[in-house]
């Protein structure tokens, strides 16, 4: 896929890898509920997620700290939001079956979420780091 095509490709090299994996570790999730695999394999997936996508924010935050990024505040707010939304995701994986359609739902909710805050908030930083040289 050519960058100009690639909705993760925000023109930061570090994080666009970040976002590529995170993104494919959600994807292989959801696959694992849609083929009704077992709750403890798609829970190893979903925590394989968690852990990336935990240090891809992280990582984020300490860019936003080293570059003074004045959206830093209103972007670590979305980062908490995503961390909840993943703790609610996880212990319902524990709750309920991995099939279970509403787990379906919510997986697919967080995964709307994440593309979003990657073309909304995470373009925007993007954008102010390669105004600083950052490639």
Same mark, same amino acid.
């Given at each position: 896929?050519?960058?100009?095509?690639?909705?993760?490709?925000?023109?930061?090299?570090?994080?666009?890898?970040?976002?590529?994996?995170?993104?494919?570790?959600?994807?292989?999730?959801?696959a694992y509920?849609?083929?009704?695999?077992? &709750?403890?394999?798609?829970?190893?997936? @979903?925590?394989?997620?968690?852990? +990336?996508?935990? $240090? #891809?924010?992280?990582?984020?935050? =300490?860019?936003?700290?080293?570059?003074?990024?004045?959206?830093?505040?209103?972007?670590?707010?979305?980062?908490?939001? &995503?961390?909840?939304?993943?703790?609610? @995701?996880?212990?319902?994986?524990? +709750?309920?079956? $991995? #099939?279970?359609?509403a787990l379906? =739902?919510?997986?697919?909710?967080?995964?709307a979420?994440?593309?979003?805050?990657?073309?909304g908030?995470?373009?925007?930083?993007?954008?102010?780091?390669?105004?600083?040289?950052?490639?």
């Amino acid at each position: 896929m050519d960058q100009a095509s690639d909705t993760l490709a925000l023109g930061v090299n570090a994080i666009d890898r970040e976002h590529h994996a995170l993104m494919s570790l959600i994807a292989k999730f959801i696959a694992y509920l849609k083929a009704e695999a077992d &709750a403890e394999v798609a829970l190893a997936a @979903l925590r394989e997620a968690i852990m +990336a996508g935990n $240090a #891809h924010m992280e990582h984020e935050e =300490e860019l936003m700290a080293q570059s003074d990024y004045p959206g830093a505040e209103e972007h670590k707010l979305h980062h908490r939001t &995503a961390r909840l939304n993943y703790t609610t @995701l996880m212990s319902d994986v524990f +709750a309920f079956q $991995a #099939h279970d359609p509403a787990l379906l =739902e919510q997986s697919a909710r967080i995964e709307a979420m994440l593309q979003h805050h990657i073309s909304g908030p995470d373009r925007q930083f993007a954008e102010y780091l390669k105004a600083r040289g950052v490639n």
